[in-house]
């Protein structure tokens, strides 16, 4: 996995990704946190998701559960190896409870979302995963800068 570079003194856009196959629910996410300064990527393939996250780093993830080439639930398992820190939503029109309560349960996703949900409610979802990893890398950080014992 690689991590953007960051530039000291700068503070990198959060990153969402978002796997669905359905281009409409894409462009509408895309056109919903267009101004919230997410730094997005968009797939409307689960193995395309995948390939990005091989090499790239991500926030927040949301993904549908079903789709033709690989299910939800298998890409969130994957995707847990090649990107751990990731939080991951579950978006998805179809009401697979055994299926997403297993995924959930193994800790693959941290919140299901049904289709259609409403807008308000998803951006306070993803603004609040996004602050979640905001706080989870600071905390990470000062711990570093603690762990020396002599500064200069």
């Known amino acids: ?40 990527h968009l797939f409307s393939s689960g193995e395309k998701g995948l390939e990005f996250l091989e090499k ?10 079903r789709m033709p080439e690989i299910s939800g639930a ?26 997403i309560f297993d995924t959930i349960s193994k800790g693959l996703a941290r919140q299901y979302i049904m289709k259609p949900c409403e807008d308000e409610q998803l951006k306070k979802i ?5 602050e979640f990893q905001h706080d989870a890398r600071k905390k990470h950080l000062m711990g570093i800068l603690h762990s020396f014992n002599n500064m200069p």
Do not use: H, W
């Open 56 to 65: 790239n780093y991500a926030d927040v993830i949301l993904c549908d559960m």
């Open 74 to 99: 298998e890409l969130l398992e994957k995707s847990a190896k090649l990107c751990p820190d990731a939080i991951n939503i579950i978006v998805s029109g179809y009401e697979e409870k055994a299926i």
């Open 1 to 40: 996995m690689a991590e953007e570079n960051l530039i000291p003194g700068k503070t990198r856009n959060p990153i969402l990704v978002v796997i669905d196959d359905e281009e409409q629910i894409l462009l509408s996410l895309r056109s919903l946190f267009r101004r919230d300064g997410y730094k997005m």
């Open 126 to 130: 993803v603004k609040e995963a996004m």
